[in-house]
T-cell receptor
């Protein structure tokens, strides 16, 4: 089955530093990847849609200069949280859509990255 | 407005019992409906995917139903196990949007 990995699985950083999270599709090519944020006991909230070779599309209220997204290849998208603050502490999850379209248009989710900003 | 509402918000049952989770949606145009299981601190894992023409789909002890006329879906879990403790999320796809429900937190007690 389709597998999506994320690295790191958890990270602790000091306030003001930048953190990069990687999302990889391991056995398929993904033209589109999605980045979500999830706070405790809340549902996933879509932050941005990342298309290979083009600029990401951000949801309303998400600062594109703070959450930098790069989708340089068909198997890798990165999310960089710049100048992180404690309120950015959250669970970040990516998902990837297979390049080969199907009627189900399924997304495959990564295992998530727990970010804690001190 | 496209919305997905799940009930109950949380549920506690004894191991071995059955349970049913509900999902009502107002999403148009409807593309498909998926149920995911999310363990604490992990990413969601797909359980079932149903398109407009499908009424029932099973995956082991999980059985999902879909009534496209009333825009309702349910996820039935049979003979629950401790490992079923998780959040169950209903996700409905429209043409260009994916709408997540807030999930039902299921706790299985021994």
């Amino acid at each position: 089955g389709a597998v999506v990995s994320q690295h790191p699985s958890w990270v602790i950083c000091k306030s003001g530093t930048s953190v990069k999270i990687e999302c990889r599709s391991l056995d398929f090519q993904a033209t589109t990847m999605f980045w979500y944020r999830q706070f405790p006991k809340q549902s996933l909230m879509l932050m941005a849609t990342s298309n290979e070779g083009s600029k990401a599309t951000y949801e309303q209220g998400v600062e594109k200069d703070k959450f930098l997204i790069n989708h340089a290849s068909l198997t890798l998208s990165t999310l960089t949280v710049t100048s992180a603050h404690p309120e950015d502490s959250s669970f970040y999850i990516c998902s990837a859509r297979d390049r080969v379209p199907s009627s189900l248009d399924e997304q495959f989710f990564g295992p998530g990255t727990r970010l804690t900003v001190l | 407005k496209n919305q997905v509402e799940q009930s109950p918000q949380s549920l506690i049952i004894l191991e071995g019992k059955n349970c049913t989770l509900q999902c009502n949606y107002t999403v148009s145009p409807f593309s498909n409906l998926r149920w995911y299981k999310q363990d604490t601190g992990r990413g969601p894992v797909s359980l079932t995917i149903m398109t407009f023409s499908e009424n029932t789909k099973s995956n082991g002890r999980y059985t999902a139903t879909l009534d496209a006329d009333t825009k309702q879906s349910s996820l039935h879990i049979t003979a629950s196990q401790l490992s079923d403790s998780a959040s169950y999320i209903c996700v409905v796809s429209a043409r260009d949007k994916i709408i997540f429900g807030k999930g039902t937190r299921l706790h299985i007690l021994p």
